[in-house]
């Protein structure tokens, strides 16, 4: 079996404790695409100090609070993405400026109208560069025991910086995942 077969779109990669590299290292990655040819994703708990607003004028007024960017991922930290969670009702599939992710959350199309989107959408969260993985690479980093595959929640992407989204995540798994949400983020303070 391939130790990457429970990831998809939707899905988080929580890291593992043991995971020190300082892009990743207590993170939660949202996947948006995986297939063979390998795995896009966005880090969703790494808030920035740029607002949304010195980047992306139109869009500011409209980003969940806070209004800044987050840093998705070490790749192509130029390139802008956009997750949005919907409101009930509406469908990704039949909403304008958006691609289905996986349930609610949908990827938003930046060069859309914020305006005519704005009321369908409970949320939205800019993210500068993206996290990603060429054929068979994350299959091998979850092998290696980097990554925790784990169901994610439409919630997650809109959650609040002040939160601990990687402690509360893996609280949720129930045991003997949920033991990795105590791990001190620094051994030596223990």
Known sequence: MRPDRDVEPGSLLVAAPSLLD????????????????????????????????????AWGPHVTKPQAVFVGGPVDQKTALCLAALNTGQD????????????????VDLDSDPEALASKVR?????AGYAGWDSNQLAGEIERGDWFVVAGLPADVL????????????????????????????????
């Open 22 to 57: 300082s892009n990743f290292r207590r993170t939660v990655v949202y996947i948006i695409d995986h297939r063979d040819e390998g795995t896009l994703g966005v880090v969703l708990n790494r808030p920035s100090e740029v607002a949304v607003h010195d980047v992306l004028p």
């Open 159 to 190: 959650t609040p910086p002040n939160v601990d989204l990687w402690g509360r995540v893996l609280r949720r798994q129930g045991m003997p995942l949920a033991l990795h949400a105590t791990h001190p983020g620094d051994v030596l303070r223990n």
């Open 92 to 107: 990704a599939g039949s909403t304008e400026g958006v691609i289905a992710v996986r349930g609610p959350v949908a990827m």
């Open 123 to 127: 949320g939205l969260r800019v993210f």
